[in-house]
């Protein structure tokens, strides 16, 4: 099974960016998808951004234009780089992983945005 570390939240304020990260360990067969998602309180988690193995890439609607995804293979990491921050940004962020064997979620890391 895949492990998943998310890394870089924290507090940034209004217009601010952050960087999130995500490391993955373990084994790791048949990619499907790999993504972020987040959740609020008292609300329900939702897509922000994901990977798909055929390269696709879908961004959720909030976000578009101030997201970016990205990964590293070679540090088997992947990024979320957000810009232009807003208070409703603020949730906690969850990496996944899917494959054909395996559904896997982080941690998460709480990202607060407010002046």
């Known amino acids: 099974q895949v492990q998943l570390v998310e890394s870089g939240g924290g507090l940034v304020q209004p217009g601010g960016s952050l960087r999130l990260s995500c490391a993955a360990s373990g084994s790791r067969f048949r990619f499907k998808s790999m993504g972020w998602y987040r959740q609020a309180p008292g609300k329900q988690r939702e897509l922000v951004a994901v990977?798909?193995?055929?390269?696709?890439?879908k961004y959720a609607d909030s976000v578009k234009g101030r997201c970016t995804i990205s990964g590293d293979n070679a540090k088997n990491t992947m990024y979320l780089q957000m810009n232009s921050l807003k208070p409703e940004d603020t949730a906690v962020y969850f990496c996944?992983?899917?494959?054909?064997?395996?559904?896997?979620w982080g941690q998460g890391t709480q990202v607060t945005v407010s002046s």
């Open positions: 996944n992983y899917i494959s054909v064997l395996d559904n896997s």
């Open positions: 990977i798909t193995s055929d390269g696709m890439i």
